[in-house]
Nanobody, 115 residues
Framework: QVQLVESGGGLVQPGGSLRLSCAAS????????MGWYRQPPGKQRELVAG???????NYADSVKGRFTISRDNAKNTVYLQMNSLKPEDTAVYYC?????????WGQGTQVTVSS
């Protein structure tokens, strides 16, 4: 089981930016993929962005051009840079790791976009 710890959430005004971090307990080179998901109030969890071991990225249509997923292999950390935030981005954001068919989740971090 991979331990994942998210940080960086908070309250931000519309149009603002936040950067989320997800620190893994093992080398992220050993992971098949990592990703960020979010769960808005009263809704199902949805994919925001993903990154494969080879560095291939993918994004939900709703965040393309505004969010960027990246990683620092030396720190075993994946980031989600969120720009031009909108109220509809309000959600609990979760980090996910996949390794050999097993999935691990972080505890989540709250992002609230409001004036």
């Amino acid at each position: 089981q991979v331990q994942l710890v998210e940080s960086g959430g908070g309250l931000v005004q519309p149009g603002g930016s936040l950067r989320l971090s997800c620190a893994a307990s093992i080398s992220i080179f050993s992971l098949d993929a990592m990703g960020w998901y979010r769960q808005p109030p009263g809704k199902q969890r949805e994919l925001v962005a993903g990154i494969s071991r080879l560095g291939t990225t993918n994004y939900a249509d709703s965040v393309k051009g505004r969010f960027t997923i990246s990683r620092d292999n030396a720190k075993n950390t994946v980031y989600l840079q969120m720009n031009s935030l909108k109220p509809e981005d309000t959600a609990v954001y979760y980090c996910k790791a996949v390794r050999g068919g097993m999935t691990s989740w972080g505890q989540g971090t709250q992002v609230t976009v409001s004036s």
